[in-house]
């Protein structure tokens, strides 16, 4: 029995282009992005990979051979080396596998010399298990804060279906455009907020949040979607890629593995959006210091039938002072039947450090914590090449930020993999009841090996890439629960994804 990720894997936005010299524009919404498309197997065995393509519209799959990849393994395959995949393709894919994969998506702008967009999007592939008739996206944007969205939507089903969307004005609760689109089977739909022909809306300029049902066309019986967004910056070629999340993971309580006042250069914000279509929802903020003691309370606010609320980090209602706070945050609603979902953002503190100038990140909060987190995608670049002018982004450094969910302190190993699935380096960390703590290849003596180059994790002297992590209980503490993000940087720019559950 194959077991199957699915992936809105190719522009999370905007359409793919082959490798070429394209001029560069000054907004994250006009410039041409392709994607490269990082694979981890998480499995026992070795095991053969396969991907199956779809553009927007189309039931019919391109199909593409990405190799054998080993237990433990990290690979990756280049869109723009798909041969049957021309320049100007957006749409989906589904990889299949004999083993359990993971998988994040990494799109970029393929430079020519002399460029200097550094961005590098981040998202998380979905499993079959993620298909929902309910999915929800806490933030979309419309020309408000220099920044749109384009959200897409994947039908699981074998069969076209008829997708609904309900978008919430975050500044007076309304349900301002109901909009219905029928999408193929196993295909997409992208839906650009700075459109009113895709969105039904009364203006370009929207600030608000996204519920989306779906039905099997012409019937009522629910169909199985996932969905996720990239939010775009207007005037700079910045952005952010993240996921969105179906109704059954909304909670009454939503953690959050980092949280930043002018610390790293960088400061935090939250979107929590109430999942129920009837009934408000109030929610507190609550801070934790990275020795698990409580910084502060934010609240509480109150959140009408699917709006969302933002909160700054930097700002909590209760005066306390923020500034240099490095921690972890918790949402919890005032009834334990209210459901809400949240994202967190790191952006750059103002004004901002040239080096943090063009960091922005976004990454879900999670409902619950987890026994075993799968990071595909991790990497060290050498000094060399990390602080070269030259690097528009191609040499990134990985920081993780996990934190223990559970009610006692927590001993994890975190496990430093080589492209062969070789086990290259442990870091144990203590963590204390919902702090968090970090880690990244430089800290766990990973560097330099297996064909590594010196000084590097990931990079290869052969010229090859691929590096992974898995995160685990310690052998002290085996029943320990948590949840983690990877932030993505190098000199000017950054970006997030979620550690991913292989429970």
């Not at 793919?16 to 994607?35: D, G, K």
């Not at 927007?56 to 041969?83: D, K, Q």
């Not at 039904?200 to 009522?220: D, E, M, Q, Y």
């Not at 990140?361 to 914590?369: K, R, S, V, W």
Request: aromatic share 8%; net charge neutral.
């Amino acid at each position: 029995m194959k077991k199957r990720i699915l992936l809105l894997a190719l522009a999370l936005l905007l359409a793919v282009s082959t490798m070429q010299t394209v001029n560069v524009e000054a907004s994250a919404r006009t410039i041409s992005w392709i994607v490269s498309v990082t694979y981890q197997n998480v499995g026992n065995a070795p095991t053969d990979v396969q991907v199956a393509f779809y553009q927007e519209g189309s039931a019919t799959a391109i199909t593409y051979n990405a190799g054998t990849l080993n237990a433990g393994a990290a690979a990756s395959f280049y869109m723009g080396n798909v041969s049957d995949i021309s320049a100007g393709f957006r749409g989906n894919a589904v990889m299949a596998s004999s083993q359990p994969l993971v998988a994040t998506v990494v799109q970029f702008h393929q430079n020519a010399s002399g460029e200097t967009v550094k961005m590098r999007m981040l998202s998380n592939g979905f499993s079959s298990n993620d298909g929902s008739e309910q999915y929800l996206i806490a933030t979309v944007l419309g020309n408000t804060f220099s920044r749109t969205t384009i959200f897409s939507v994947q039908n699981l089903e074998s069969e076209e279906i008829t997708a609904t969307l309900k978008f919430y004005n975050a500044t007076n609760g309304n349900l301002d455009s109901t909009k219905s689109v029928d999408i193929p089977a196993l295909s997409s739909k992208y839906v650009e907020l700075d459109k009113t022909s895709m969105t039904g809306l009364p203006s370009t300029t929207f600030n608000g949040s996204v519920i989306i049902t779906a039905v099997k066309k012409g019937t009522t019986n629910p169909a199985r979607v996932i969905a996720g967004a990239s939010e775009l910056y207007t005037n700079r070629d910045v952005g952010a890629n993240f996921e969105g999340v179906p109704l059954s993971r909304a909670s009454n309580k939503v953690y959050l593995a980092t949280a930043l006042c002018k610390r790293y250069g960088l400061d935090t914000y939250y979107a929590v959006q109430n999942a129920s279509l009837t009934e408000s929802a109030t929610i507190t903020v609550t801070y934790y210091n990275p020795d698990g003691t409580t910084k502060t309370t934010d609240g509480p606010y109150t959140i009408a039938p699917g709006q969302k609320k933002s909160i700054t980090t930097c700002a909590p209602n209760s005066g306390v002072g923020m500034s240099s706070f490095t921690g972890s945050a918790v949402i919890t609603t005032s009834n334990s039947n209210s459901k809400i979902v949240a994202l967190g953002k790191a952006q750059a503190s103002l004004p901002a450090a040239p080096a943090y100038a063009d960091v922005f990140t976004i990454f879900n909060g999670e409902p619950a914590g987890y026994s075993k987190i799968a990071f595909p995608f991790v990497r060290w670049a050498d000094d060399a090449r990390f602080n070269s002018a030259t690097n528009y982004g191609g040499y990134q450094r990985t920081y993780l930020a996990i934190q223990n969910l559970s009610s006692t302190t927590a001993k994890v190993n975190v496990q430093y993999f080589d492209k062969n699935g070789g086990l290259v380096a442990t870091q144990t960390l203590t963590i204390a009841p919902n702090a968090k703590v970090n880690s990244d290849a430089n800290a766990a003596g990973a560097l330099g090996k297996n064909g590594m180059t010196p000084g590097a994790f990931g990079y290869y002297t052969d010229g090859s890439f691929g590096g992974g992590v898995i995160v685990v209980p310690h052998p002290d503490t085996p029943n320990a629960k948590i949840i983690a993000i990877a932030r993505v940087q190098h000199p000017g720019a950054g970006e997030d994804y979620n550690g991913i559950s292989i429970d």
